[in-house]
């Protein structure tokens, strides 16, 4: 299944990609090469010297240039060649592809499409807590052998916590609750609320610790996924004890996070997972490097999960499955991708 290109992904955490070292890093197939220029800006260009094809990731940086290790061409952050060594003259056709790349809500994004219709505006609001002064945040990134697309299923269906994760987010009144999913022509919303239960490990440790609640705390739980294509996902997930409000819109007793998540295919069957967890409690600095353990953690029982179930896939393609209600979501959600990438088909048609 081809990309869609014409889409913003996340291609790194802003303190990767420096002055000094070059990045490589594949998005969509395309190898890139990450680094700031002289300003200090992310730069992305094809990891591809045009003069005999070396990694320009392979290179060195000099004043914001990456030089090629191989002859020495220098190209600046927008592509073109500013030096060829015991040269004067550099043709114009001495340049290499570069990627629009803008730095928001902290990460660093690039569009591997037609770089005309780059709109930095497309970039999903909803993942500003990653950065926002209302929120601390922290997180990480986990490279994961399967197709993109099965860890947007998986975040999509959260009844797997009762499985996948039954040591901390599980808990029957998670399966119990069934799902709203509601959806448009570009995103999906799939909302569960669990009133007055017994809260899982994780959230009943989140409101001890930052709300002094007694061990036997009873809780109104609320998971809301928020999607958009190709694989972005906030999760508005918390906690409030029993009976205060959280699930009719007051949450101000309670627990709240974010799980951010965009998922960059880097082949058909690796990608990056990009993820975070803000959160409006427990907002001590040293807190941050224990919740991203704690979520890395999580994140590890789901890498071990689709991985498994991508070499399964792998077998025999195409082989069919059966859906289930909670499948509500993510079948939505892959229809959006298979629009999206008919209507690229579509288009490079056209073109030719
Ligand atoms: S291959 Fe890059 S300078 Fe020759
Ligand atoms: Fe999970």
Request: proline residues 8%; negative net charge.
């Amino acid at each position: 299944m081809p990309f869609i290109m014409d889409a913003w992904y996340v291609a790194a955490w802003p303190r990767e990609v420096s002055g000094e070292t070059p990045l490589a890093r594949t998005i969509c197939g395309e190898p890139m090469v990450l680094f700031r220029d002289e300003a200090g800006d992310a730069v992305a260009l094809e990891d591809r010297c045009c003069h005999r094809e070396m990694p320009l990731s392979k290179g060195w940086m000099e004043q914001g240039t990456v030089r090629c290790g191989y002859h020495g061409l220098r190209f600046d952050g927008t592509g073109k060649c500013v030096e060829i060594p015991g040269q004067p003259n550099i043709p114009p056709r001495a340049r290499v592809r570069s990627y629009p790349v803008v730095e928001q809500h902290g990460w660093i994004w690039v569009w591997p499409g037609v770089a005309e219709r780059a709109d930095p505006a497309d970039i999903p609001e909803m993942f500003a807590p990653n950065d926002h002064p209302d929120w601390s945040s922290s997180g990480g990134t986990t490279y994961v052998r399967c197709n993109y697309l099965l860890i947007s299923d998986n975040l999509l269906d959260l009844t797997h916590e009762n499985y996948i994760h039954r040591t901390s987010l599980g808990n029957q009144a998670v399966v119990e609750h069934p799902i709203t999913v509601e959806g448009g022509d570009d995103w999906v919303k799939v909302q569960r609320l669990i009133p007055d239960h017994e809260p899982a490990p994780f959230w009943k440790a989140a409101l001890m610790n930052a709300k002094g609640a007694a061990d036997d705390v009873r809780c109104d739980r609320w998971q809301v996924i928020h999607y958009r294509p190709p694989a972005n996902l906030a999760l508005e997930v918390g906690v409030a004890p029993a009976g205060t409000g959280g699930l009719d819109g007051d949450r101000s007793q309670g627990v709240e996070g974010r799980n951010l998540n965009v998922i960059t295919p880097e082949t058909e069957k690796t990608c990056w997972y990009f993820w975070a967890l803000a959160r409006n409690f427990s907002r001590e600095p040293e807190m941050d490097q224990p919740f991203a353990d704690r979520v890395a953690q999580i994140f590890e029982e789901d890498r071990a999960a689709v991985e498994a179930v991508q070499v399964v896939m792998d077998r025999n393609p195409g082989r069919p499955v059966i859906d289930i209600n909670a499948d509500g979501g993510h079948i939505r959600a892959r229809r959006i991708v298979d629009r999206l990438v008919a209507a690229q088909d579509r288009t490079a048609q056209a073109a030719e």
